[in-house]
Each structure stands twice: as C-alpha cells, then as structure tokens.
T-cell receptor, first 111, second 115 residues
Framework: DAKTTQPNSMESNEEEPVHLPCNHS???????IHWYRQLPSQGPEYVIH???SNVNNRMASLAIAEDRKSSTLILHRATLRDAAVYYC????????????FGKGTKLSVKP | GAVVSQHPSRVICKSGTSVKIECRSLDFQATTMFWYRQFPKKSLMLMATSNEGSKATYEQGVEKDKFLINHASLTLSTLTVTSAHPEDSSFYIC???????????FGPGTRLLVL
C-alpha cells in the first residue's frame, strides 16, 4: 500500500483555521485519500475522503494537489473538541479497501 | 452517520482464559468488517478482514488460531482471543464497511487487560 507522511504534531489556537498536511508521493491513480481522526480511548472517526477534486463536508475540507502527491485537511475553525490524532490514509480502488494507518498527526488546540 | 458498537467496552481476564468481543453494525448491513489492535501511544494495526459467511483473512504475523473471527451475519462479527496472555492486553477496535458508500465506520473499541 502507498505510504503517507504526516508531521508528528501540530498546534492550533481555538477558532483559528488549521491546515494538516499529508504527503503521498507514491500514490497511484486509483488510490483514494481518506482522513480519519481519533480521540483518546476512542475508535477512529471518519472525517472526509476524496480522489482528485477538492471535497467539503460539515466537518472539514480536503484540498488535493493537482499531481495528487499531497493533500491538506482543513478545519475551518478549530475547537477544543478537534484535538485528536489525525490520520491520512490511502486505499485502493473505487471503494475502501483495507485501511493501513500510519502514525498520524497529533493536533493540540489551545484556548 | 453509521453506528458501530462493541461489547464489552472493557474486560479484565486471567491468563489462559478466552475472551470474546462483539462488533455490531446497528443501522446498516456490513458485508465486510475489520479488526484492529492498538497498543498504547501506537497507531492502529489491522489484524484481519472479515467477510460475512466466509473465513477471515488475517494480516501477516497475526495468528489465526489465537484470534478467532466469526462473521455469521451482516450485522455481527466476533473476535475471540483464545488462551489470552498479558502480551495480548491491548485496545481492540472493529470497523464495518457500509457497502453502498464504501466508508469504514469504527466501533468505540474494547480495552482488554490480561492479568
């Protein structure tokens, strides 16, 4: 499975936007880009996913580079409840195959 | 969003006993369920993929005779840790794939402590 690279940790201030980067230089044409987040002692929560075009939903936006070798998860206004580990994951094919989790980015939100 | 539950949420058992963990998709049918394990401060590691009505596919290094997976219906998969030992203590998380949309939804996890 193609590998993703994320910063180990990031900090943000409450009510400010947060841009979480992800590099996936070996992505193939059929790989979808998924983002999940995990709060302490909980299962991961689906955030967003996309293939080529930018995506928006009620939780976040996903900006995908034109060459698809990187993407950015955007939280428009961070809240304390957004503090979590954010995972960027690639999966093969039109639907989600196995999700192989990396180390993710631990996001801290300061009041 | 779709809801996946796990039971129990926490279990403590003695070394050598077996423990069964249930994973249920509450509001959708899931032809595929996944089992993960997560050690403290580590990422999730996929253990096996479970398709309804067929044998589970285990990831390399995961002992299929130790971690028994049954996916007898479209809403229930079970993971049994047989002859548990302290090194099996971990956070076990399942997920279910909602076939039509393909997104995986995760359960809240089960924390296993083997004494």
């Amino acid at each position: 499975d193609a590998k993703t690279t994320q910063p180990n940790s990031m900090e943000s201030n409450e009510e400010e936007p947060v841009h979480l980067p992800c590099n996936h230089s070996t992505i193939s044409g059929t790989d979808y880009i998924h983002w999940y987040r995990q709060l302490p002692s909980q299962g991961p929560e689906y955030v967003i996913h996309g293939l080529t075009s930018n995506v928006n939903n009620r939780m976040a936006s996903l900006a995908i580079a034109e060459d698809r070798k990187s993407s950015t998860l955007i939280l428009h206004r961070a809240t304390l409840r957004d503090a979590a580990v954010y995972y960027c994951i690639l999966s093969r094919g039109g639907s989600q195959g196995n999700l192989i989790f990396g180390k993710g980015t631990k996001l801290s939100v300061k009041p | 969003g779709a809801v996946v539950s796990q039971h129990p949420s926490r279990v403590i058992c003695k070394s050598g006993t077996s423990v069964k963990i249930e994973c249920r998709s509450l509001d959708f049918q899931a032809t595929t369920m996944f089992w993960y394990r997560q050690f403290p401060k580590k990422s999730l590691m996929l253990m096996a993929t479970s398709n309804e009505g067929s044998k589970a596919t285990y990831e390399q290094g995961v002992e299929k005779d130790k971690f028994l997976i049954n996916h007898a219906s479209l809403t229930l998969s079970t993971l049994t840790v047989t002859s548990a030992h302290p090194e099996d203590s971990s956070f076990y998380i399942c997920s279910a794939r909602r076939t039509a949309l393909g997104t995986q939804y995760f359960g809240p996890g089960t924390r296993l402590l083997v004494l």
